[in-house]
Structures are given as structure tokens and as C-alpha cells.
């Protein structure tokens, strides 16, 4: 079960991030659209790729907004919670409700922290899928997670009262349903059109969530950096 105040620190990060201009690591594939996964593209239905194409053009627009608009990195000695709180209390709402998964995270991971949550900062994680995978997400487990992978996250694998908060995937859920809850995700973005950009294994581009993306992203070594661990 989903702890209540968890529930409002998802919403209120969606929220935040929903009057932005959107992440800019997230495109929709057109018909003229070089795609990195091509092996895919004979699976879509026409009425998928139309679609798609109508949302490339806002999107993309979005997408180089959102890059002029995302926040500093962070810097040498702070905390993923510290950064997460610059972002979020930084300044005009509208300033800084650009991102990616990462400064999703460190928002979430803030506000996990603060009143009126106030989970202690030793059981609040960033969990970081490291290359070949890119991903980052929020988690919150009382005692130190294990997990070696993102695939390695499925029910018996320990820990069951850990708790993923992952807005940039819209998934809230125990830690150990989270690679299947992120595996019918990234399916479901592939069948929409959306296109993912991954430094993958046919270079830098844009990819099919739903191919080899998912593949690197659960079986990718997965880190855990601490509330308090300095950058």
C-alpha cells in the first residue's frame, strides 16, 4: 500500500512538471523521422504514425524550449535532495518546471524530506540505471536496497515494503513491481509513437522505448546515491 503523503509528493512533482514545456528527451516519431530502432517501424498501425506525427511538431518545439529552460546541474559537494529543493523553491513556479527523470527525482526525493512528509534522510535513495541504461528514479525503502538491476526488481527479490516514486514514467509502486510496471510503460510509449534519446547501441539518437532502450534500462548496473551522499 501506497503511504498517503507519498501519494501527494508523486502528484504535487507531476503537477510541478506539468506546467512546464515537458522534458526534452522525449519526442514523437513522423513518417520522415530518422529512427534509431528501425526494426520497429513496420509494427505501427498508419492511425499511430498520423497521430504521432500531428504531436511532433508541438512536441519538438516544446522540446527546445524545455532545454533552454531546465535547471543548472548540480555541483560538486551538494546533496540530490539539496538540488532537488534549488529546483523546486528556486524561484516563479514556471521557472524551473523543466526536466528530465533525474531532477524529477532529486525533486521528489526533497520532498520526501521536508515537512510535512519528513521521511528520515536514511531511507530516501536515487536509485541511477548507469550506462548502458539511462534512467533515474526516487526511492524510498527503510533498509539499504540491493538490487543490481532494474529487472532485478520483481516480487521475492527483498524488500517488499520499498516504495519507487518515478514521475518522469508517471509510476508510483512497490519497489518490487517497478520493472514490470516500467516494462508495460516503455510499451506503451513505443505503440503511442514516443521516442526516447539514448546514447544507445547504434550511437546517440533517438530510439523505440519498447526495444533496445528497454533492454539496456533492466539490465543496466543500478545505483543508489543517498540522501545525504555529496556529489
Same mark, same amino acid.
Given at each position: 500500500?501506497?503511504?498517503?503523503?507519498?501519494?501527494?509528493?508523486?502528484?504535487?512533482?507531476? !503537477? #510541478?512538471?506539468?506546467? +512546464?514545456?515537458?522534458?526534452?528527451?522525449?519526442?514523437?516519431?513522423? !513518417?520522415? #523521422?530518422?529512427? %534509431?530502432?528501425?526494426?520497429? !517501424?513496420? %509494427?505501427?498501425?498508419?492511425?499511430?504514425?498520423? &497521430?504521432?506525427?500531428?504531436? #511532433?511538431?508541438?512536441?519538438?518545439? /516544446?522540446?527546445? =524550449?524545455?532545454?533552454?529552460?531546465?535547471? $543548472?546541474?548540480?555541483? $560538486?559537494?551538494?546533496?540530490?535532495?539539496?538540488?532537488? %529543493?534549488?529546483?523546486?523553491?528556486? +524561484?516563479?513556479?514556471?521557472?524551473?518546471?523543466? +526536466?528530465?527523470?533525474?531532477? &524529477?527525482?532529486?525533486?521528489? &526525493?526533497?520532498?520526501?524530506?521536508?515537512?510535512?512528509?519528513?521521511?528520515?534522510?536514511?531511507?530516501?535513495?536515487?536509485?541511477?540505471?548507469?550506462?548502458? +541504461? !539511462?534512467?533515474?528514479?526516487?526511492?524510498?525503502?527503510?533498509? @539499504?536496497?540491493? *538490487?543490481?538491476?532494474?529487472?532485478?526488481?520483481?516480487?521475492?527479490?527483498?524488500?517488499?515494503?520499498? =516504495?519507487?516514486?518515478?514521475?518522469?514514467?508517471?509510476?508510483?509502486?512497490?519497489?518490487?513491481?517497478?520493472?514490470? /510496471?516500467?516494462?508495460?510503460?516503455?510499451?506503451?510509449?513505443?505503440?503511442?509513437?514516443?521516442?526516447?534519446? *539514448?546514447?544507445?547501441?547504434?550511437?546517440?539518437? *533517438?530510439?523505440?522505448?519498447?526495444?533496445?532502450?528497454? @533492454?539496456?534500462?533492466?539490465?543496466?548496473?543500478?545505483? #543508489?546515491?543517498?540522501? @545525504?551522499?555529496?556529489?
Amino acid at each position: 500500500m501506497i503511504p498517503r503523503e507519498l501519494k501527494r509528493v508523486f502528484q504535487e512533482v507531476r !503537477d #510541478f512538471y506539468a506546467a +512546464g514545456v515537458k522534458s526534452n528527451n522525449k519526442v514523437y516519431a513522423r !513518417d520522415d #523521422f530518422v529512427d %534509431r530502432d528501425d526494426w520497429d !517501424d513496420h %509494427r505501427q498501425k498508419w492511425s499511430v504514425r498520423l &497521430m504521432a506525427g500531428n504531436l #511532433f511538431r508541438s512536441r519538438n518545439s /516544446n522540446r527546445e =524550449l524545455s532545454a533552454q529552460n531546465r535547471p $543548472a546541474p548540480p555541483i $560538486a559537494g551538494q546533496t540530490f535532495p539539496g538540488w532537488g %529543493r534549488i529546483i523546486y523553491n528556486g +524561484g516563479a513556479r514556471a521557472q524551473f518546471t523543466s +526536466g528530465n527523470c533525474m531532477e &524529477m527525482a532529486a525533486v521528489c &526525493m526533497a520532498l520526501a524530506i521536508d515537512p510535512p512528509c519528513s521521511y528520515p534522510d536514511a531511507a530516501v535513495y536515487l536509485g541511477a540505471i548507469t550506462p548502458p +541504461g !539511462d534512467h533515474a528514479f526516487c526511492l524510498i525503502s527503510m533498509t @539499504t536496497p540491493r *538490487w543490481a538491476s532494474a529487472s532485478a526488481m520483481v516480487r521475492g527479490s527483498g524488500n517488499p515494503a520499498a =516504495l519507487v516514486l518515478d514521475p518522469w514514467l508517471n509510476t508510483l509502486c512497490a519497489a518490487e513491481d517497478y520493472w514490470e /510496471n516500467a516494462q508495460a510503460k516503455v510499451r506503451k510509449w513505443g505503440r503511442d509513437g514516443k521516442r526516447i534519446a *539514448w546514447n544507445g547501441n547504434l550511437g546517440r539518437g *533517438w530510439y523505440n522505448p519498447s526495444g533496445a532502450y528497454a @533492454t539496456a534500462f533492466g539490465g543496466a548496473p543500478l545505483r #543508489f546515491i543517498g540522501a @545525504t551522499d555529496q556529489l
